[in-house]
């Protein structure tokens, strides 16, 4: 079965409406698929997905982990759950107060504007760095996005301002109380040692976590193998997606991930009861 429990529509930072990623899913023959918006669930309210496409819903929250942040998806949610919508309005509040820390930060630059320019720039939702990246651009503070990041929103630089996500505990606590299961999302990704890998992952477990996404985008076979083992050792479920977030990423296939490695519970079994369809 072809499964991808991991993608993002416009309503976060994808380029397809809900409904295009659905059909772009159900001709790239995806089965399964879940649409995990950062901090929001509103693809869900009407979704109507083609014949033969089954959808769980889900998201992706961002949570506090030491100095940085991590990534946590939620599949098999209630997506009208109040939790969730709490959950999203809390989230949104914490990127707003970002925002506002990154423009007060670069505020020295003296742009004209630049917050009122950033939210323009961000459309729906609160300004993030991109959108700020863009308005330096544009004023002639850096040549291209590349530029602004290096000098004004990287790391260690004035508009580098750090989020106030909440606590990983309490993330997962959101998608459990909306009836899913909480997958700790691109671990390899975290830039972490081995040592530091295996911690988060207990953590993780600790913390109530249900599963490991196992496999996220286009990943090695040895990472795919110490992830599956990683998830074995911490007894947690296997998840899989390709988190695609546009066509322009010629690379991605929906869909094109699987299958999980032998010996991987997939985190799906279960919650087939949860889809849109049913
Ligand atoms: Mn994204
Ligand atoms: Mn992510
Ligand atoms: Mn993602």
Known sequence: MKVDLHTHSNCSDGALTPQALLDS?????VELLSITDHDVLSAYPGLRPPAGLRVLPGVEFSAAHGAGSLHVVGLGVDPAAPVLLDAAARQRAARERRAARIAAALAVLGVPQLFERACARAG?????RPDFAAVLVEAGCASDAKQAFKRYLGPGRRGDQHSDWPALAEVIGWIQAAGGRAVLAHPARYSLTRTRLNRLVGEFRAAGG??????????SAPITHMLAQLATRHDLLASLGSDFHSPAQHWLRLGGQGPLPAGARPVWEGLEGRTVND
Do not use: F, K, M, T
């Open 124 to 128: 729906d939702g609160p300004p993030a």
């Open 25 to 29: 899913a159900a001709a790239a023959g």
């Open 210 to 219: 249900d599963a490991l996404e196992v496999i996220s985008g286009r990943q």
